[in-house]
């Protein structure tokens, strides 16, 4: 069964630190993993997507690494920002078949002023 | 070109009632994904739809949910006879061909009184 699990399941942190989110995935035959932000009451808007043989991928201050070897991504945000606080989602689409993806449950991340 | 459209925004329905929600996908997108978000869970996958045919229900209940695409109009999502544990917000997401990325409505949010 294709999983999707992100760690931590929550962050709190201050303004201006950097953090780290991870996520570990079993879908296979993969295609691409997708991070997304989504605020509290909102849709999911798209941050960055990496293919197989992507290995980090960059939007503003938001950076996606991928090791496909070991099945695991994660998303680091620098010099956070109130604006941060969402859930980030990562999202991993098995390639073939009908291409749908299997979301993780997120982290809840929080910045503090 | 305006994103995807969702209505109603908010929508409260009494147990045994039916309830329809609506998608308009972004301009020239022919694929349509419906997920349902529990609180304080993660986006699960209900149903991909493109133009009048179902492309995968597998995440769907298989009694009293339906879905359509037809030629014209928005995308609809049918839940007949609800009860509480409908109440979730569900999400519509589009996109222009399979396995691209996906550009997600606001959500229409339920609750079964």
């Known amino acids: 069964k294709n999983q999707v699990e992100q760690s931590p399941q929550s962050l709190i942190i201050l303004e201006g630190k950097n953090c780290t989110l991870q996520c570990n995935y079993t879908v296979s035959p993969f295609s691409n993993l997708r991070w997304y932000k989504q605020d509290t009451g909102r849709g999911p808007v798209s941050l960055t997507i990496?293919?197989?043989?992507?290995n980090t991928k960059s939007n503003g201050r938001y950076t996606a690494t991928l090791d496909a070897d070991t099945k695991q991504s994660s998303l680091h945000i620098t010099a956070s920002q109130l604006s941060d606080s969402a859930s980030y989602i990562c999202?991993?689409?098995?390639?073939?078949?009908?291409?749908?993806?299997?979301f993780g449950r997120g982290t809840s991340l929080i910045v503090h002023p | 070109n305006a994103g995807v459209m969702q209505n109603p925004r908010h929508l409260v329905r009494r147990r045994g009632q039916e309830a329809r929600l609506r998608c308009s996908p972004m301009k020239g997108h022919s694929h349509v994904y419906w997920y349902r978000q529990l609180p304080e869970e993660g986006l699960k996958f209900m149903v991909y739809?493109?133009?009048?045919?179902?492309?995968?229900e597998s995440g769907m209940p298989k009694e009293r949910f339906s879905a359509e695409f037809p030629k014209e109009g928005p995308s609809i999502l049918r839940i007949q006879q609800v009860v509480r544990g409908d109440s979730a917000a569900y999400f519509c997401?589009?996109?222009?061909?399979?396995?691209?990325?996906?550009?997600f409505g606001q959500g229409t949010r339920l609750t079964v009184v």
């Open positions: 739809l493109q133009k009048e045919n179902i492309i995968d």
């Open positions: 990496m293919t197989f043989s992507e």
């Open positions: 999202v991993v689409t098995e390639s073939g078949g009908s291409y749908i993806p299997t």
């Open positions: 997401a589009s996109s222009p061909i399979q396995n691209t990325e996906a550009f």
